[in-house]
């Protein structure tokens, strides 16, 4: 049986999202990884595998590397200036990952 969208987002799409959140958060804009770890709900050895590639890369092609990087982008800068809690980062990655399933045809 094919796994469902959803799992394939949760599995593969969603860790690199926020990895490269992770990413640009702690090296461009000078949050700790314990900050980062508190907002995005996960650990701090998790944000700390994240900055050293061991987990969060992208496995699938349901989206493409650029596009993940551009929300990643945005949503850092956001979390960064402040306009962008911790319930405001869920309903901005069910958004992508509404468009992505929708871009795919997927239910």
């Known amino acids: 049986m094919d796994r469902l969208p959803c799992e394939v987002i949760a599995r593969s799409v969603l860790p690199a999202l926020r990895a490269l959140i992770a990413r640009k958060l702690v090296r461009d804009h000078g949050f700790t990884q314990a900050n980062v770890a508190g907002f995005l709900g996960v650990t701090q050895a998790t944000i700390s595998h994240y900055l050293a590639n061991k987990r969060g890369k992208l496995t699938v092609d349901i989206c ?24 405001g980062l869920r309903k901005e990655i069910c958004k992508f990952c509404l468009k992505l399933k929708k871009k795919q045809g997927l239910p």
Do not use: C, Q, R
């Not at 590397?65 to 319930?87: F, R, S, T, W, Y």
């Open 64 to 87: 493409e590397p650029e596009e993940l990087e551009l929300v990643a982008n945005e949503i850092a800068v956001k979390i960064a200036h402040g306009n962008l809690d911790p319930d």
